[in-house]
């Protein structure tokens, strides 16, 4: 078909699409001082103009975009989501993280964390589990292992899901000290966020179930906000399940919650604690009636 014959076409295009359009700015000189001065950058290709602070709602705009398509597109109907701390080693490291005590306080610390190295093989079988099974509704992979995508219980989650053959995805957040994504994220499935709310919210927008792992200040956010999401019926409940009963029960006492009387009793139904990757299967298999085991 001639160029003239396709620009006859009834459902030809008849605008040039963005990329096209910059690829003729970007090919011509720019000779004069109007073409060289900023403000005659396109606008969706002058970052200096994108990284100003009035445009914060159009960032916004991008980070919700941008994920939830590409998760579209790779098929991705549902997430199981695992929380847990970034400082937990896995039982290999134990060892090296011992070595690294200067003063008797920090041993003492070190040893606490170590003691939980057992969260790292429970998170890890726990994705592998979750992966094997490997449902598929109306063409979706659903239950796709999700986690923050740094070291530790979320490297555990990813590298399961790795060992079962399966993707996974991996929500980085920037931070001002270097991190990078760990080994086992799925490259095509790993993000990057500026905005804790936007990961937050891309968190929950699939998840189908969320593992809490033993963590600090960024675990308790996330669990508190999913909890304050289903308890006021923002979102529909789905299986909330805390591992390590004796770590939970010691660092947040939630009976005492309710007997203040500022949530109710019942609120305490809204997760479950369990210790075992098996224990948190089955209870997801028998919330949505799964024929997997």
Request: hydrophobic content about 45%.
């Amino acid at each position: 078909m001639t160029e003239e014959e396709t620009n006859r076409e009834l459902t030809n295009r008849k605008f040039y699409k963005a990329e096209q359009e910059a690829g003729f700015v970007e090919s011509q000189p720019r000779t004069t001082p109007q073409q060289q001065d900023p403000s005659y950058r396109l606008a969706f290709r002058d970052v200096d103009f994108l990284l100003r602070e009035e445009l914060r709602p159009v960032r916004f705009q991008l980070e919700l975009l941008k994920p939830e398509m590409l998760l579209d597109e790779a098929g991705i109907g549902s997430t199981l989501v695992m929380y847990g701390s970034a400082r937990i080693p896995a039982p290999d490291m134990a060892d090296a993280a011992l070595a690294t005590a200067t003063t008797p306080e920090r041993k003492a610390v070190i040893e606490r964390l170590v003691a939980k190295a057992k969260y790292y093989e429970e998170a890890r079988k726990l994705a592998f589990i979750a992966s094997r099974c490997a449902v598929v509704e109306e063409e979706r992979r659903q239950f796709v292992v999700c986690s923050g995508g740094g070291p530790s219980i979320m490297e555990a989650a990813n590298r399961g899901a790795t060992e079962a053959g399966a993707e996974s995805l991996g929500l980085n957040i920037v931070l001002p000290h270097e991190q990078a994504p760990n080994a086992y994220v799925t490259p095509h499935l790993s993000f990057q966020f500026h905005y804790f709310a936007l990961r937050k919210m891309h968190f929950l927008l699939r998840a189908r179930a969320v593992a809490v792992f033993p963590g600090g200040f960024g675990t308790f956010d996330e669990f508190f906000e999913l909890l304050t999401l289903v308890q006021t019926g923002k979102m529909k409940p789905i299986p909330i399940l805390l591992f390590g009963a004796d770590y939970w029960n010691r660092v947040i006492n939630f009976r005492a919650i309710a007997e203040e009387g500022v949530i109710n009793f019942e609120d305490l139904d809204l997760f479950h604690m369990v210790e075992t990757a098996e224990e948190a299967w089955a209870h997801i298999v028998e919330f949505y009636g799964l024929d997997c085991d």
